[in-house]
């Protein structure tokens, strides 16, 4: 994990070089295993053990959401600081400060990555990241947005899986030393009673070209 992470892919280290069990688990998920055994059953196994390892490393832009946006979306659902958003109690530009005392956060996110067959879909493979966070932190608020969120403390724990096939599991220690979360122009509080948290849409593909 990096010393100061700014996504999810940072922070679960999705930078870095896979594994040969790694990328074993995407050829033996079902979507990419019907694809291989079927009407492009011809081609070799270097090409399709070769195609799993260029779709993992499109993880890294899959799974690229900013910490912040996870952290503010578990928020929003803290009926605590719903009384921001009060525009008489909190005039516009009128800035508060929020102690979060340490607290956990289960968050699930899925992407699909499309596998094209020279330059036409044939199938889609399914990564989901299932990530439990315990993070203590400091946050200013003006005109009803998060405009920082100061990290006091950061653990976390997570499993990313190929289809139902784990692929990788992390964890890390706590980390301790105080960092600040890019927020650019502040993310708004929207109060919402929503669990699941879904990461906005984005076209990923590969093209696998014999």
Not at 16 to 38: A, F, H, K, M, N
Not at 153 to 159: A, D, H, K, Q, Y
């Amino acid at each position: 994990m990096n010393q100061h992470p700014q996504t999810l892919s940072e922070m679960f280290g999705l930078d870095e070089q896979y594994t040969e069990t790694s990328i074993s688990t995407v050829e033996q998920s079902d979507c990419y295993r019907t694809l291989r055994d079927g009407k492009f059953s011809n081609l070799p196994p270097t090409f399709w053990r070769g195609g799993a390892a260029t779709i993992l490393t499109t993880l890294q832009r899959a799974f690229n959401f900013p910490i912040a946006n996870v952290l503010s979306g578990a928020w929003n659902k803290y009926h605590e600081l719903w009384k921001y958003t009060d525009r008489k109690k909190y005039a516009p530009g009128t800035t508060s400060f929020a102690e979060l005392a340490a607290h956990s956060i289960k968050s699930i996110h899925e992407r699909d990555i499309d596998v094209l067959f020279n330059g036409t879909k044939v199938t889609s493979v399914p990564f989901k990241l299932d990530l439990r966070i315990k993070v203590k932190a400091n946050v200013t608020i003006t005109d009803a947005r998060f405009m920082a969120i100061q990290l006091g403390s950061l653990t976390f724990e997570g499993t990313l899986y190929c289809a139902t096939a784990e692929l990788l599991k992390r964890s890390s220690r706590e980390y301790t030393s105080p960092f600040e979360l890019d927020l650019g122009k502040g993310i708004p509080i929207v109060p919402s009673m929503i669990r699941r948290q879904e990461l906005p849409p984005e076209e990923l593909q590969v093209d696998l070209t014999a």
